[in-house]
């Protein structure tokens, strides 16, 4: 008995760490776009001042977060119907062949528009990708780990959706060293996107191998003892299975609102607000940005288990207070310093009190839903509200620039990061009373 549940163990740790690495190789390539959009803008959009560049590419990045609620709704739908395994094997798939397209695609000098029209269709594939990616991935996590430590495994979502951001970051620290800056902007820019494009070749490898959540399993089984019973005479849409949980749904849009904008702007915007506002360098923010995301990897497991031990909403608590109360100042600073520790400092504060709620953010949500409609209530409320918030939180500090009034932008933050507030302070812990998860 005891050899049977290490086996069951052993199996339950390496298909989490197979759903992890296949989850970062997939944020590797979603954030590999920002991450170098300060070398590819002029391949793409040849017209303009710097500003109007980035604010090009951040459209195109905006326009992928749109594709993310149609990608959770398809990836969502079909991980519930046929497996969270069998999503996250497309989903990756998809990333590929998105990431393979960017690094092909030849510049506006060469073929016009079709250059930046070949980057929006890479994207919008993207978009579908990560899209459902994300709610499979939080369920699948959430599924395979145990009760007693969900909240820990489950924060692998976002310490490996950063390490794909710090990944990127990584890559373009060694093309920075290796390469001159006309290289990069010649072709070294398309380098990340090969090394996405072969990464998750390899995700897919690993993920073929993963094992099928008990969760999901007992689910089969339940359905088909049902069907053949001829308890159900027909399958409802899972769109109309959704319906029925109105409560779950606006939960988790009051959860992501604050949490998706303050993590996209203190994450892939933060360093081009680094360039473009504090006037560092290219190369210092990206120095600056990788420090800061390294530490910040740290906080999630440790949040994570916290959670375990007090609850959920106790974290959540903690960023709406400290998002709240915190945004506009920390941004007065950050904009006006010139010192790269102090710039550092700053950001590992601000994703500190962010990894409040990126920490738990897949588990909280997991917790809200029964098995049947998990990966997509998890995935489709939460990918309309990033698509929304999220996905366009560079385009408007950017726009908020270029009229001149930036701290409007601050804010706006502060706003959103207050709507959620509300939400985590009237709603009830979600740990201990669910009964829908199985260990």
Known sequence: MAESTRASTALRFRSIISGSIGNLVEWYDWYAYSAFALYFAPIFFPNGDATAKLLNTAAIFAVGFLMRPIGAWLLGAYADRHGRRAALLLSVQLMAGGSLLIAATPGHARIGVAAPALLLLARLVQGISVGGEYGTSATYLSEMAGVRHRGFWSSFQYLTLMGGQLLALLVQLGLQQLLTPAQMGEWGWRVPFVIGALAALGALYLRTHMSETAAFEQHREAASAGEASGARASVPSQLRVLAQHPKAVLTVVGLTLGGTLAFYTYTTYAQKFLVNTSGFSKEAATM??????????????????????????????????????GTVPLLRLLAGTHDAWVAAGLLISALFVVSGYTSISAVVKAELFPTEIRALGVGLPFALTVAIFGGTAEYVALFAKQRGVEEWFYWYVTACALLSLVVYWRMSETQAENGHMVD
């Not at 990788?290 to 910040?296: K, R």
């Open 288 to 325: 600056i940005s990788f420090g800061v995301m390294a530490v910040a990897l740290l906080f999630q497991p440790l949040l994570g288990a916290i959670s375990d031990k007090v609850g959920r909403r106790p974290v959540l608590l903690m960023f709406g207070i400290g998002a709240t109360l």
